[in-house]
């Protein structure tokens, strides 16, 4: 059995321009309570993707849809109140 290997080389060579900015870093953590309420959503909705959700898992689904306006909501305000020109 042969094995097949690229003949060409890669597209895009690697390079250290490729590592996340400080800035990037900081818009990532900034946004972390949101990525971890969509992340908690998508698991109750996977939860029930294969059976009748039961009071529990649509309470659970419920709440996590609002643990995800609820992030956003601050996400938001966060953004606004950064681009009113304060220090916050």
Sequence with gaps: MKSIVALQDVVTPWSDGLEPSDAELDAIEREMPLIQARV????AQITVLDRTPSVLDERRIRRA??????ARWDLTNQAA????????
């Design 40 to 43: 908690e959503l998508l698991d």
């Design 81 to 88: 109140t950064g681009m009113a020109g304060g220090a916050a």
């Design 65 to 70: 849809r609002d643990r995800v306006l609820a």
